[in-house]
C-alpha cells in the first residue's frame, strides 16, 4: 500500500475532546524496545495518567503494564485503539475494532504519524468511531495541554 493523503481526519477541536474523554488507550505495536517511537508514545501518555495497554505479539509486559496479543483478549474498556502498524495491517486493526466496538465501549481509532488508509478510516466512521490518522498522540497531547 502506498501512502494516501488523511482525507478523513479529527480537527484540533474533535482531538481535544478525545483527550477529554479518554481513560484508556489500546497501544496496537506497541514495542518494548525504549528507543522505538511506540514506547516512547506509549510512556509519554502513561506519564500524562493514561491507561496503557500494549498489544504486542511477544512479552508478557511492557512499561509494566499486561501485554495482549490482540483487542479482543482485553477483558476491559478501551477508548482509543492507537495504532503503530504498518499500513498494510491498518484495515485488520479497524475491522477488529468496529467487530469490538460495543463491547469493548471503543470510541476511536488512531492512526499514528506517516499512517493512513482512508478506506479504513471511512469503514470506522460510518461504524461510529472517531478517527484520527498521519498524527501522533503525543505530538497532539503536548500541542493542546
Known amino acids: 500500500m502506498e501512502c494516501e493523503f488523511p482525507t478523513v481526519n479529527s480537527n484540533k477541536d474533535e482531538i ?5 474523554e479518554t481513560k484508556t488507550i489500546a497501544i496496537v505495536g506497541l514495542s ?3 528507543e522505538k517511537a511506540s514506547n ?4 509519554y501518555l502513561q506519564s500524562k495518567g493514561f491507561k496503557i495497554i500494549p498489544i504486542y505479539p511477544k512479552e508478557d509486559e511492557i512499561l509494566g503494564e499486561k501485554v495482549y496479543r490482540s483487542l479482543a ?10 495504532i503503530f502498524r504498518k ?5 485488520k486493526v479497524v475491522d477488529e475494532a468496529v467487530a469490538l466496538k460495543n463491547e469493548k465501549n471503543i470510541k476511536t481509532v488512531w492512526f499514528q504519524l506517516g499512517l493512513s488508509n ?6 470506522a466512521l460510518d461504524n461510529g468511531l472517531k478517527v484520527v490518522q498521519n498524527k501522533c498522540t503525543k505530538i497532539e497531547h503536548k500541542a493542546i495541554y
Open 32 to 34: 518494548p524496545d525504549s
Open 16 to 20: 481535544k475532546a478525545i483527550f477529554e
Open 87 to 91: 499500513p498494510d495491517a491498518i484495515a
Open 118 to 123: 482512508n478506506e479504513a478510516a471511512k469503514k
Open 73 to 82: 483478549e482485553i477483558p476491559f474498556d478501551i477508548d482509543i485503539v492507537d
Open 40 to 43: 516512547k508514545v506509549a510512556a
